[in-house]
């Protein structure tokens, strides 16, 4: 089965640089989250999207933004990037905003600023 | 606010014991509690998705159950294997938010062949 894509996996950015994650849902999900885990951390929410609005947010720096395209895939900006800013970054999706609908999660992408 | 816990941080068990991890959250009125394994630098693989009006779910030799009245759940693992061996996570989405999680920090469990 189809499972949340994200690219690129691993990436290398020094301060200040900027970068974009991109996520491709699971196909007919409409509903895209953005999670931010720290070494040793567990996940913190950043932000969602559903049917290509912003549906939440958390704790997401306003050096960040992100957006959810027609094709309902989701793309996260980073920029004036920080060592702080290393981190996995993960995307999930799911189908609808309803509550009973299991979140999935993609593999993550590896952030690493020098 | 919306924290979880998660007890014990880690667990190291001989192959074959059946084993508890607990899970406690301090706000009650949640949607649904949502039981994660993941493997280190990889991502999160759902296990089960317990809705606030269940008691319990069952996947094969795991069974999840939530007490939303005292606000914990236990994921039991019958007959562990070295392959269990990863950090689970349990997260809950509640707070008038249908899209958030907030994790617990996890257990780490390593079952020794």
């Known amino acids: 089965a189809a499972g949340v894509i994200q690219s690129p996996r691993h990436l290398i950015k020094e301060k200040r640089e900027t970068a974009t994650l991109k996520c491709y849902p699971i196909?007919?999900?409409?509903?895209v989250y953005w999670y931010q885990q720290g070494p040793g951390q567990d996940p913190q929410f950043l932000i969602s999207?559903?049917?290509?609005?912003?549906?939440d947010k958390g704790s997401i720096p306003d050096r960040f933004s992100a957006q959810q395209f027609s094709d309902y895939h989701s793309e996260l900006n980073m920029s004036s990037l920080e060592l702080g800013d290393s981190a996995l970054y993960f995307c999930?999706?799911?189908?609808?905003?309803?509550?009973?609908?299991?979140?999935?999660f993609g593999e993550g992408s590896w952030l690493t600023v020098v | 606010k919306q924290e979880v816990t998660q007890i014990p941080a880690a667990l190291s068990v001989p192959e074959g014991e059946n084993l508890v991890l607990n899970c406690s959250f301090t706000?009650?009125?949640?949607?649904?509690l949502q039981w994660f394994r993941q493997d280190p630098g990889k991502g999160l693989t759902s296990l089960l998705l317990?809705?606030?009006?269940?008691r319990e779910q069952t996947s094969g030799r795991l069974n999840a159950s939530l007490d939303k009245s005292s606000g914990r759940s236990t994921l039991y693992i019958a007959a562990s294997q070295p392959g269990d061996s990863a950090t689970y996570l349990c997260?809950?989405?509640?707070?008038?938010?249908?899209?958030?999680?907030?994790f617990g920090k996890g257990t780490l469990l390593t079952v020794n062949p």
């Open positions: 999930a999706s799911s189908l609808a905003a309803g509550v009973g609908n299991t979140i999935y």
């Open positions: 196909p007919r999900h409409d509903t």
């Open positions: 999207f559903y049917e290509k609005m912003q549906s």
């Open positions: 706000d009650s009125a949640i949607y649904n």
């Open positions: 317990i809705q606030s009006s269940q």
């Open positions: 997260a809950v989405r509640s707070g008038g938010s249908n899209y958030k999680l907030t």
